[in-house]
């Protein structure tokens, strides 16, 4: 039998090649040998104020991203988060028996929490708890994401682990699968940033999927790097030329020593015009398809016959969870 193999993304900011690098790209590949559902997070979302104008277009905007990225109804359920109640019901189940304590240790709220500080939304807070219900409701075993979503697949482990405990067998463990190369794309300009899609449009470390391509040739030339001018891999003391290595292996799928093999003698203008040619290559076969599903009514269409598959699946597994907690009457 197939494992089933989950993931998504927020409605918020616009979609970059470190969102496509760290999580698509693996699903992509991944979902004909899977039982594959993927969806727009747009709960998630609104776990902070969002325009409804902006978030609805960013909505379809990313419909249309991910088909553009190679998600393919025929053998993936793909679909709008809210448009499968099962999530929010299970979202609450599973944050009733979440600690305080556990939620307050997650990275990412304690960040936004220090910038935002006391006035931090409660959504904000609970949003592990919804993602623990994104992925156990389908008992996905297998979830392609990037480095930063690794302690939240580790909190649906111990979430899953406990209910199980409580109410005997009901989820099936997940697993991320976080990729060797590509799984922490950096910011051009601050290579030890994470590059980040709440990022403006006009930031020069940020490459965006809409972007046009000379303004990406750009960004790319203009990127950070060092004085040592050596095409070599070293996280560590040459962050930027190993960012733009990863992008190169990733995009071409092949190893960083690849890389460092062709281009071990370049300077660093002629390699960084190398990884420009090929973001480009991507970005041009990309925006092509993704103007074609963005202008198709067939969008909306593939969302909801993603939902309702999804749905039927999900009510299957709720009244299951209900009849183990004693709630199915
Ligand atoms: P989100 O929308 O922040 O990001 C979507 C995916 O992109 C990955 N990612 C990156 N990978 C490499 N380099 C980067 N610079 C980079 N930036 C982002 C993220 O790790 C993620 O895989 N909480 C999730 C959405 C979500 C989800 C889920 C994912 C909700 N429920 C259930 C998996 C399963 C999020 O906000 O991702």
Redesign the pocket.
């Known amino acids: 039998m197939k494992k089933t193999m ?5 409605p ?1 900011g616009n979609f ?1 090649l ?2 496509y ?3 698509i790209k693996n699903f992509v590949s991944l979902q004909e040998q899977h039982d594959s559902f993927i969806f727009i ?1 747009d709960l ?1 979302g609104l776990t902070t104020y969002q325009e409804p104008k902006k978030i609805n277009k960013i909505i379809l905007d990313l419909a249309a991203i991910y088909l553009a990225c190679g998600v393919d109804p025929k053998h993936t359920k793909f679909f709008v988060q809210s448009s499968v109640n099962e999530h929010s019901v299970l979202g609450f189940l599973v944050a009733f028996q979440c600690r305080v304590g556990e939620l307050s240790r997650m990275t990412q709220y304690k960040s936004k929490k220090a910038k935002a500080g006391n006035s931090v939304d409660l959504g904000l807070f609970i ?1 592990p708890t ?2 623990a219900a ?2 156990l409701l389908y008992d996905a075993e297998v ?7 690794k302690q ?1 697949i580790e909190i649906t482990r111990d979430l899953g682990e406990r209910l199980n405990k409580r109410y005997g067998e009901i989820f099936k463990l997940p697993e991320y699968y976080i990729p060797e190369n ?5 910011d051009l300009q601050n290579p030890t940033e ?4 709440s990022a403006p449009l006009d930031d020069k470390g940020t490459i965006f999927v809409l972007d046009d391509v000379k303004t990406t040739r750009k960004k790319i030339m203009s990127a950070v790097t060092d004085s040592d001018n050596k095409v070599k891999y070293d996280e560590k003391n040459k962050p930027g030329i190993s960012n733009l290595i990863t992008i190169l292996a990733t995009l071409r799928d092949c190893s960083i020593k690849e890389v460092e093999k062709e281009f071990g003698d370049c300077n660093y203008g002629v390699f960084k015009e190398k990884v420009a040619d090929e973001v480009e290559k991507f970005l041009l076969n990309f925006q092509a398809k993704y103007q074609k599903y963005r202008e198709s009514e067939e969008l909306i269409t593939i969302l909801h016959e993603g939902a309702k598959a999804a749905e039927a699946r999900a009510q299957k597994k709720l009244d299951f969870i209900k009849e183990k907690m004693g709630i199915a009457i």
């Open positions: 989950i993931t998504g993304v927020q918020t970059t470190g969102n690098i760290g999580a997070a998630h949003y919804l993602m994104d992925i979830v392609p994401v990037g480095s930063d979503q939240h590509g799984h922490r794309i950096m994470k590059m980040s899609k």
